[in-house]
C-alpha cells in the first residue's frame, strides 16, 4: 500500500508512530495463496503436490467419472475480499492429466475501504500436452463501492484442451441496490504455445458512467460472463446454431452471442441475472464437452448442494 505523501512541514513519525502504522496495514491485508500440480499417472490424475498460504485449501480430489479426470473444488473459507486482499490460484497440469475446477459458492468482493485499496484475485492455469482443464467457478458479486481487480490466464500447450468461464455480477440487484460506485478492472488472457488466443479487458469505473449505460458497454446490465471452448477443428454452422438456442430457450440473441475465432468458441453473456447466466453457459458446456474431451456432461456434486 502507498501511503500519502506527509504535508510540508509535518513533524517526523516517531518510531512507535511507523510501527502502528505497520501493524495497521499487516491487520488489513490477507493474502492467500494456492499452487496445485496434478499429474497423470499409472493410477490416473493425481494431485501430486498442493502448497498454500493464507485461507485457501483443497481438501481432496474427487472421481466421480472415473481416474483420469479429478474434479477439484478451490475452497476460501472467508468467502469474500476486504481492502488489501489477495487471491491468487497457480495450477498446473501435467501432460495427458485430466481435472474440472470450480468452487462452492459465489465469489464475493465487498465494499473497499475510504483509501481505496485494491481487493485482487489472480487465477493462472497452465496446460502441458494432453491435458485438458475445466474452469467452472461461481459467480463474482461484486459489491457496490468495491474495488476490484481480476486476472485469468490461461497457457495451453499445442495439444492441452480447454473449456471456462467467469460470470460477474456489479451491484445487488436483487436488494436493488445499483454499482453506483466503485471500480471492476477484469482480465481474460488465453495463450497457446505463447502466442495469444484471446485477450479480453473489461475496465469499468463509476467515476465515468458511459461503458456501464452505453449500448456500445455494459448497456446498464449488472450481469456479464464469459465462456471459452478450444475445438479441434472450425465449428460447423449445427454446433453453433445449438448454442445459440440452448436447451429448449427461444434465440437469446441480445443476450447470449456466439462467436467462432478459427478453432475457439467465445461466448459471451450480457443481461440481469446470474442464473440465467450460469443456466446458458451450463447447456452449452453439456453441449461442447463430448466434442471437445470425449465425456459427457458430469455435474460437480457442489453444484447441488
Known amino acids: ?64 467419472e472415473g481416474p483420469d479426470l479429478a474434479h477439484v473444488y478451490l475452497l476460501h473459507p472467508p468467502g469474500g475480499l476486504v481492502s488489501g486482499d489477495e487471491l491468487s490460484f497457480d495450477i498446473a497440469l501435467g501432460a495427458d492429466a485430466g481435472a474440472l475446477l470450480t468452487t462452492p459458492g459465489a465469489a464475493r468482493i465487498y465494499r473497499a475501504r475510504e483509501d481505496a485499496t485494491w481487493q485482487r484475485q489472480r487465477v493462472h492455469l497452465d496446460l502441458e500436452a494432453g491435458s485438458s482443464a475445466e474452469w ?46 466503485g471500480r471492476l478492472r477484469q482480465t481474460f488472457r488465453l495463450y497457446r504455445e505463447g502466442r495469444p488466443l484471446l485477450m479480453e479487458t473489461l475496465n469499468l469505473d463509476m467515476e465515468d458512467e458511459r461503458l456501464y449505460y452505453h449500448r456500445a458497454g455494459l448497456a446498464g446490465c449488472n450481469v456479464s460472463g464469459l465462456m471459452v471452448a478450444t475445438l479441434a477443428g472450425e465449428a460447423d454452422e449445427d454446433l453453433l446454431d445449438s448454442l445459440r438456442t440452448p436447451g429448449q430457450e427461444q434465440p437469446l440473441h441480445p443476450v447470449l452471442s456466439v462467436t467462432a475465432i478459427d478453432t475457439l468458441l467465445v ?27 470425449g465425456r459427457p456432461a458430469s455435474d460437480p456434486r457442489i453444484w447441488r448442494t
Open 1 to 64: 500500500m502507498n501511503l500519502p505523501l506527509r504535508p510540508s512541514g509535518a513533524a517526523v513519525a516517531s518510531a512507535d508512530d511507523t510501527r502502528d502504522q505497520a501493524n495497521r496495514e499487516s491487520v488489513s491485508r490477507w493474502p492467500a495463496a494456492l499452487a496445485l500440480e496434478l499429474q497423470r499417472t499409472a493410477r490416473g490424475t493425481r494431485l501430486l503436490s498442493r502448497r498454500h498460504s493464507g485461507p485457501l485449501y483443497v481438501q481432496r480430489p474427487f472421481y466421480p
Open 136 to 181: 467452472l467457478p461461481m459467480e463474482n458479486i461484486v459489491f457496490p463501492g468495491a474495488e476490484a481487480r481480476l486476472d485469468t490466464r490461461v497457457d495451453l500447450a499445442a495439444s492441452s484442451r480447454f473449456i471456462g468461464w467467469e460470470i460477474s455480477c456489479t451491484g445487488l440487484p436483487a436488494s436493488g441496490e445499483q454499482f453506483a460506485r
Open 267 to 293: 461466448l459471451r453473456y450480457l443481461g440481469p441475472c446470474t442464473h440465467q447466466a450460469r443456466r446458458l453457459f451450463e447447456a452449452a458446456w453439456r453441449c461442447l464437452r463430448p466434442r471437445i474431451l
